[in-house]
Every structure is written in structure tokens, then in C-alpha cells.
């Protein structure tokens, strides 16, 4: 039998709406370079991985100047759905040949431009042996308040025991695939997998892996790419 391979799979047919530019957020600049592109450049690097899969919208008018100039490990799919569920689903189907049920699948969010070679290879170590797979995440700090009426405080949640998932996600091809299937709309690939009654394993990340959402997010991304923070 021959040991399971790892793939990349992201995610980049969103709009970002909340970052009010006028082109999609993945390709937004941050020190120099689209976030979309310096996401491609760190999964290029990482000898653990196989190769890349990138889901873009079929009318996508920015990947083909965002694409480093080495393709021998990446492939764009035009394949993106209405949402992140989808194209990542849809994603799944587009590479089935290339790829097999064993093999781990990293799906990762074009919009954390901060991802590290050893962040990867942390999630892979952590997870290569494990019989379901998990996720990136790091630990709640803040003190989390429920808003109820008027805007006023509910109650106070505690915050033991809760994480800020992240991504790289990893799970294997066939139960990743079939999760999504089967699932209703998800926000990230682990609740699918929750779905069918399995504990996806969280493997605590870093704060410099957040999502970049809204305009404020790309100076403080700028600052933990300069190595400033």
C-alpha cells in the first residue's frame, strides 16, 4: 500500500463583501503581494505537500496574474459554487483523479495570509496517524459575553474548553468528500465532519494564521508578515 499523500485545497471564489474593495478580498494586497498569492507561495514551499488545488469562479478575472510562475504543483479549478461549502465540495469532484481516499486533503482559507511552512507541518505531524483528522484552532482568551434585546449583555459565556478554529483543516479525501455531501450549509469543513458524529482533533495554532476581514485586518496582517508583531 502506498502512504497517504497530502494536498492542498483553496478555497478563492468568495467576494468579500465586509472588506469593501472593489475586487474580491484574496486579492487584496498585503505587503506587496495578494493574499491569495502569498498563500499559493507558502504551500509551494512545503515539501509535505503534494500539490496545490485552487477553487476559483468560473469568471474569475484576477487568478491569471496572481499565479506564480512555476505551475508544476498547482492547479486552478474554475469551479467555484455560491459558497465556501461548495467550492470546496465542488473542488473535491474536480480532483478525484488525481487523488485517493486515503490521501489527507488541507483546505485552507485564501483570506490567512499568515499561514507558516511549520504551522503545516505541525498540523500534519499532529494528525498524520489520526483516525479522523482536525484542524487549526487557538484557544479563547477573551471573556465572551451573549447579547440578548437593546443590545445588553444576556449573559456571560464561559470560556473553558473553547477554541478559534483556523485552517489548515486536514481530513481524508473519502470521509471529507462524503461529509460534505451529506451535510447541510457549513461555515467550515470540521462541523461537516461533526455532523456525521466524529471529533475532529484541534491542534493549536497561531494568532498570526487569522482571517482577514474587514479593512483594519491588513495593516495588522502587513505587521505580522514584517515580522513586526
Same mark, same amino acid.
Given at each position: 500500500?502506498?502512504?497517504?499523500?497530502?494536498?492542498?485545497?483553496?478555497?478563492?471564489?468568495?467576494?468579500?463583501?465586509?472588506?469593501?474593495? *472593489?475586487?474580491? &478580498?484574496?486579492?487584496?494586497?498585503?505587503?506587496? *503581494?495578494?493574499?491569495?498569492?502569498?498563500?499559493?507561495?507558502?504551500?509551494?514551499?512545503?515539501?509535505?505537500?503534494?500539490?496545490?488545488?485552487?477553487?476559483?469562479? #468560473? +469568471?474569475?478575472?484576477?487568478? =491569471?496574474?496572481?499565479?506564480?510562475?512555476?505551475?508544476?504543483?498547482?492547479?486552478?479549478?474554475?469551479?467555484?459554487?455560491?459558497?465556501?461549502?461548495?467550492?470546496?465540495?465542488?473542488?473535491?469532484?474536480?480532483?478525484?483523479? @488525481?487523488?485517493? +481516499? +486515503? =490521501?489527507? $486533503?488541507?483546505?485552507?482559507?485564501?483570506?490567512?495570509?499568515?499561514? %507558516? $511552512? %511549520?504551522? $503545516?507541518?505541525?498540523?500534519?505531524?499532529?494528525? #498524520?496517524? =489520526?483516525?479522523?483528522?482536525?484542524?487549526?484552532?487557538?484557544?479563547?482568551?477573551?471573556?465572551? &459575553?451573549?447579547?440578548?434585546?437593546?443590545?445588553?449583555?444576556? #449573559?456571560?459565556?464561559?470560556?473553558?474548553?473553547?477554541?478559534?478554529? @483556523?485552517?489548515?483543516?486536514?481530513?481524508?479525501?473519502?470521509?471529507?468528500?462524503?461529509?460534505?455531501?451529506?451535510?447541510?450549509?457549513?461555515?467550515?469543513?470540521?462541523?461537516?465532519?461533526?455532523?456525521?458524529?466524529?471529533?475532529? !482533533?484541534?491542534?493549536?495554532?497561531?494568532?498570526?494564521?487569522? &482571517?482577514? %476581514?474587514?479593512?483594519?485586518?491588513?495593516?495588522?496582517?502587513?505587521?505580522?508578515? !514584517?515580522?513586526?508583531?
Amino acid at each position: 500500500m502506498n502512504p497517504p499523500r497530502y494536498f492542498a485545497l483553496i478555497p478563492a471564489a468568495g467576494v468579500g463583501a465586509r472588506m469593501g474593495e *472593489k475586487i474580491p &478580498k484574496q486579492y487584496v494586497s498585503i505587503a506587496g *503581494k495578494p493574499m491569495l498569492r502569498r498563500v499559493l507561495d507558502t504551500f509551494s514551499i512545503a515539501e509535505s505537500v503534494t500539490h496545490t488545488f485552487v477553487v476559483v469562479s #468560473q +469568471d474569475d478575472a484576477y487568478i =491569471d496574474t496572481t499565479l506564480p510562475v512555476d505551475m508544476s504543483r498547482l492547479t486552478v479549478l474554475r469551479v467555484g459554487g455560491a459558497t465556501r461549502h461548495l467550492s470546496v465540495l465542488n473542488g473535491l469532484h474536480a480532483m478525484r483523479d @488525481q487523488v485517493s +481516499d +486515503d =490521501d489527507w $486533503i488541507l483546505v485552507h482559507d485564501a483570506a490567512r495570509p499568515g499561514l %507558516t $511552512i %511549520t504551522l $503545516i507541518d505541525t498540523l500534519i505531524h499532529s494528525l #498524520q496517524d =489520526d483516525e479522523i483528522g482536525g484542524l487549526l484552532a487557538v484557544p479563547v482568551v477573551d471573556t465572551l &459575553k451573549r447579547s440578548g434585546s437593546g443590545g445588553r449583555v444576556e #449573559q456571560t459565556v464561559a470560556r473553558d474548553h473553547l477554541w478559534a478554529a @483556523q485552517t489548515p483543516q486536514m481530513f481524508r479525501y473519502g470521509l471529507l468528500r462524503r461529509a460534505l455531501e451529506q451535510a447541510a450549509t457549513v461555515t467550515d469543513e470540521a462541523s461537516a465532519i461533526e455532523a456525521l458524529g466524529l471529533q475532529p !482533533k484541534l491542534v493549536e495554532g497561531n494568532a498570526r494564521n487569522f &482571517k482577514v %476581514t474587514l479593512p483594519h485586518d491588513v495593516a495588522l496582517a502587513e505587521l505580522y508578515l !514584517k515580522g513586526l508583531v
